[in-house]
């Protein structure tokens, strides 16, 4: 694994992220360990060019977020939100906007996108792992969304918890603000496999290598979008748009080179 060159460095122009790819695989990675990577506007703004990057970046085919430090992500940086305190609420939406637009950005984004927590994942940082396609934890890792104690709303991504884990899980987490256990963020959906602290890269990179090599990038990012689209269509309109993508589909080459290896009985490499 190779750092990005100084042309991608300039061009991300990063300060707490760090991006490589290796072996067609992305890592983006929170690198604020002193602050215990809790987010603000840079952290975001370094956040949203680091995954327009990868999503472009022909060498990159599955992306791999994760952190430095004895923690994933703490959240909001508190003394972020001193400062916020004295804005106008234009200043304020625009910040919230912001962070939507990551999260947003992330849900839709082309690739999968794998967590790899390895420590606390609180509020905003919490909110990270949700919105990832796939995560993977750590047994000493706690989850939850803590804004309630502190007078706040985790406004934004609840939007994403309720697709992800119901209504009834989330009233539990957001409303308490209790953080849980790495085992019980599993049993809720929120967190797919708890592995050993020692095996935590390695599972998350045979994930990435099994959908890289195995899956079509086209098919996952078709998948992927159909899934965010769909929530938001009445049935009718759902079932048209998915005979429609169906229909395209078919037509498309990698479906093609699919069909043609099956019934070649030919192992196909993506």
């Known amino acids: 694994m190779t750092d990005i060159d100084m042309n991608t460095a300039e061009t991300l122009s990063l300060q707490y992220i760090q991006y490589q790819c290796a072996n067609r695989v992305g890592f983006i ?17 370094e956040l949203k060019k ?31 939100l001193q400062q ?5 609420f234009q200043e304020n939406l625009e910040d919230s906007t912001h962070l939507m637009q990551l999260f947003y950005q992330i849900y839709t984004l082309k690739k999968v996108v794998i967590a790899q927590v390895h420590g606390h994942a609180i509020a905003g940082g919490c909110g990270l792992a949700t919105i990832c396609d796939f995560a993977y934890t750590v047994p000493s890792a706690k989850f939850g969304y803590t804004e309630v104690k502190i007078g706040f709303i985790p406004a934004i991504v609840k939007i994403f918890l309720l697709r992800k884990i119901g209504e009834a899980k989330a009233k539990e987490l957001l409303l308490t603000g209790d953080l849980i256990s790495a085992e019980r963020a599993m049993a809720i959906g929120l967190i797919n496999e708890v592995v050993a602290e020692d095996e935590l890269a390695s599972r998350v990179d045979e994930l990435a290598q099994r959908l890289c090599t195995q899956n079509s990038g086209q098919s996952m990012e078709t998948t992927k979008e159909m899934i965010a689209r769909v929530q938001e269509l009445p049935l009718k ?29 030919q192992p196909l490499t993506w």
């Open 29 to 45: 990675t929170l690198n604020r360990p002193e602050k215990r990577n809790a987010l603000n506007y840079q952290v975001v703004t």
């Open 50 to 80: 680091a995954f327009d990057y990868a999503e472009n970046d022909d060498d990159c085919k599955v992306i791999v977020l994760k952190a430095s430090g004895a923690v994933f992500c703490a959240g909001a940086d508190l003394e972020y």
């Open 84 to 88: 916020l305190q004295q804005n106008t």
């Open 237 to 265: 309109a759902a079932l048209e748009y998915a005979a429609e993508k169906n229909a395209f589909a078919r037509s498309t080459e990698d479906c093609q080179r699919g069909i043609q290896s099956f019934l070649d009985k």
